[in-house]
T-cell receptor
């Protein structure tokens, strides 16, 4: 499958636990973007990464959230000490990084906090 | 900061008819890109169409076309010969260079048989 792969599709965590969301970009893409979609809302940008670099994290909450895209392996969005308000769908997208090229999305991870 | 506005929360159209979804945006940039994505009940985000701001010609993709009015900062999506499979949430999005997408709040389109 050459598309953007996200796992898990569904993740359930209790308050205070950690959530790790993974994203493997489309083949040939080296730029990854994370978005969050709260219930009944549009997607909101969180962070933009290139291999081993964070390009733009202006949409990322300052506390508890972090993201990485290592030289080898998938991009990881990590949420520490989750709270009920973190319940959302988290989408990853990838692109070639060339100006104007569309971003292709994964199927998302639906995070539920008990 | 750029903003994207979709003023129609919900719309309905009969199968085989034509519908237009509205989108306006605000930016001081001259070079940028606009997109429409659809999100069906399966929750996937699917690219529908792309427009380059420096091109006058409106983009088309089969039954989907846009009316891009740069001066008015308007970017509407026209769906011709609507099909039941077009039922989805439609999001308009703005992008500068290769940066983040800024999405509108979406329009929920229901195609009625």
């Amino acid at each position: 499958n050459a598309g953007v792969m996200q796992n898990p599709r569904h993740l359930v965590r209790r308050r205070g636990q950690e959530a790790r969301l993974r994203c493997s970009p489309m083949k040939g893409h080296s730029h990854v973007y994370w978005y969050r979609q709260l219930p009944e809302e549009g997607l909101k940008f969180m962070v933009y990464l290139q291999k081993e670099n964070i390009i733009d994290e202006s949409g990322m909450p300052k506390e508890r959230f972090s993201a990485e895209f290592p030289k080898e392996g998938p991009s990881i969005l990590r949420i520490q000490q989750v709270v009920r308000g973190d319940s959302a769908a988290y989408f990853c997208a990838s692109s070639t990084g060339t100006e104007g090229q569309p971003q292709h999305f994964g199927d998302g991870t639906r995070l539920s906090i008990l | 900061a750029q903003t994207v506005t979709q003023s129609q929360p919900e719309m309905s159209v009969q199968e085989a008819e034509t519908v237009t979804l509205s989108c306006t945006y605000d930016t001081s940039e001259n070079n940028y890109y606009l997109f429409w994505y659809k999100q069906p009940p399966s929750r996937q985000m699917i690219l529908v169409i792309r427009q380059e701001a420096y091109k006058q010609q409106n983009a088309t993709e089969n039954r989907f076309s846009v009316n891009f009015q740069k001066a008015a900062k308007s970017f509407s999506l026209k769906i011709s010969d609507s099909q039941l499979g077009d039922t989805a949430m439609y999001f308009c999005a703005f992008m500068k260079l290769a940066n983040k997408l800024i999405f509108g709040t979406g329009t929920l389109l229901a195609v009625q048989p």
